[in-house]
């Protein structure tokens, strides 16, 4: 396999600039130098791991040396290229600055290049990983950078630019290199599946070009141990079996389990057939978590991010699936589960049978979680209590909000008897409560009259009437003479 691997990531390494993906930046600068014959003797290259630095650093070493370039391009032809491409010129010096970080093998170099170049016109140095060297070393090296032998080109490339001394950068020219793009990974990485005659999908393509992280090599990487794996098959069923993804359907299923309380069960079958099957449950609970995350980008219109850890077929799906969600229970959900995480992490769970535990317990947290109200949910409730306290306003006669609140609290005590309430009714005070005694009921009509209690609390609320209102309180009013005992019944 791993033979396998050097074959893939050697066979398409780029030998033109034009073949070189993504870096346009960069390679367009160099390829003005070589228009305007404007060549500098020391570069710079920065930008992370394994998006083509040396690589281009290598086509500018052949360009330079070349004995028949073809515009801004080597010919990959002449003895100089072919040298080059097989990494045994003399003009041409790789040197790992990571194992090469002192100050002694910088003198070295400092003598080496005083030489003319052997076969070409330039001797070129590339420093890998320049940013590893020791201070002293540093130094040397800067004095050659102040008066450099006009034979000499310099390519220091890094991806740590702020560990570079200034007096360093200073004498360089810098170009700057940027992670690939998911997409342009996933249209490389297609271009090669059909020279290559490997079987594909679009979703397979997707997993090999966002596990390589913006890196072509990585890429290269992965899909070659992808063709072994899946025997030339690069689909996206067999790519998520050998990352240990469970796919979208999955996490779609799961939330819905959280979300409804009739479901719930389900939550709990699902870890147990995880476990069973010897899943990494803390590497599911992340990437549930990712999901999450990925849900709400989407919801925010934000779903054309590289970040997104979904295909992008699903992407409208998920869009009209979770439409009616609220933003703020999935932001309470993805919390909990960074919590979930993190804690799990933390307390180093010595089997996978402790972790199941552990998550079928934080599970059973979230379903009680989920009983409680949100918070947008209780504004949208207050909000629907303010309309209708206004309406009722709205409704209500002049006077009757007064009648109302003398009435409300007298409803609880008479549901509790209590020897007070006939002598306070019996006092009445005001032009109403004397109506009232007109009004009285017999003796025997009492239970008739107390029965409408629950009535005349509704009624005022929705009823415009104001003489229908005043009737209701008058009855209201009237079941309070009886003996409190009879409200025993209510
Ligand atoms: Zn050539």
Same mark, same amino acid.
Request: proline letters at 6%.
């Given at each position: ?19 070189? *993906?993504?870096?346009?930046?960069a390679?367009?600068s160099l390829?003005?130098a070589f228009?305007?014959?404007k060549i500098g003797h020391a570069y710079i290259f920065i ?6 630095k040396t690589?281009i650093a290598?086509?500018l070493a052949?360009r330079l %040396? ?9 010919? %990959? ?15 041409v010096m790789e040197i790992?600055a ?8 910088i003198?070295?170099l400092r003598?080496n290049v ?8 330039y001797r070129v140095y590339i420093l890998d990983e320049v940013h590893?060297l020791?201070?002293?070393a540093f130094n040397a090296l800067l004095k050659t950078l102040e008066e450099p032998p006009p034979h000499v080109v310099f390519i220091l490339a890094t991806?740590?630019y702020?560990?570079i001394p200034e007096t360093i950068l200073s004498r360089c020219q810098d170009f700057h ?22 079987? =594909? ?6 997993? *090999? ?23 030339? %098959? ?13 796919? *979208? ?18 939550? =709990? ?5 995880? =476990? ?21 980008? *989407? ?63 934080? =599970? ?127």
């Open positions: 396999m791993n033979e396998n691997h050097q074959v893939l990531f050697r066979k398409y390494r780029p030998q033109f600039f034009k073949d070189v *993906i993504y870096q346009d930046l390679v367009g390829q003005n228009k305007t014959k930008g992370p791991r394994g998006v083509g690589t290598r086509i052949k %040396n070349c004995e028949n370039p073809d515009g801004v391009e080597p010919c %990959n032809k002449c003895l100089s290229c072919t040298e080059i491409t097989k990494g045994n010129s003399n003009d790992d990571a194992s090469n970080s002192g100050v002694d093998n003198r070295d003598e005083k030489f003319n170049a052997m076969g070409g016109k590893m020791s201070s002293a991806t740590e702020h560990k290199f940027r992670k690939v793009p998911v997409a342009v990974l996933q249209q490389y990485v297609e271009t090669l599946c059909v020279k290559e005659n490997f079987k =594909f999908d679009s979703e397979g393509l997707f997993w *090999i070009a966002k596990k390589g992280d913006g890196s072509v090599r990585d890429t290269l990487s992965f899909m070659e141990q992808a063709v072994v794996f899946t025997d030339g %098959n690069l689909t996206g069923v067999k790519l998520r079996k050998m990352i240990g993804y469970h796919g *979208i359907d999955t996490f779609i299923e799961l939330l819905e389990d959280i979300l409804d309380p009739a479901r719930s069960a389900k939550i =709990f079958e699902k870890l147990e057939t995880f =476990f069973q099957e010897g899943m990494d449950l803390i590497k599911f609970t992340w990437d549930f978590l990712e999901f999450l995350n990925s849900l709400l980008l *989407i919801k925010d219109n934000l779903a054309d991010r590289e970040s997104l850890n979904i295909p992008v077929e699903d992407l409208q799906k998920l869009k009209l699936q979770f439409r009616e969600l609220d933003r703020e229970v999935l932001i309470l959900l993805a919390e909990n589960l960074f919590l979930i995480h993190e804690k799990m992490n933390q307390m180093k769970l010595r089997s996978s049978y402790e972790v199941k535990v552990y998550l079928e317990i934080q =599970f059973r947290k979230l379903i009680l979680e989920r009983e409680k109200p949100s918070v947008s949910g209780l504004l949208a409730k207050l909000a629907d209590l303010t309309k209708q306290i206004q309406s009722d306003i709205g409704n209500l006669p002049e006077g009757g909000e007064k009648e109302t609140e003398t009435r409300k609290p007298l409803i609880p005590e008479a549901k509790r008897p209590s020897p007070q309430i006939p002598t306070n009714i019996n006092k009445p005070t005001s032009a109403s409560a004397a109506l009232d005694e007109k009004l009285l009921p017999s003796p025997q009509e009492t239970p008739k009259a107390a029965s409408p209690t629950p009535e005349a609390e509704t009624k005022p609320k929705t009823s415009a009437d104001p003489n229908e209102m005043e009737k209701l309180l008058k009855e209201k009013f009237a079941g309070m003479e009886v003996d409190p005992g009879q409200f025993k019944n209510l």
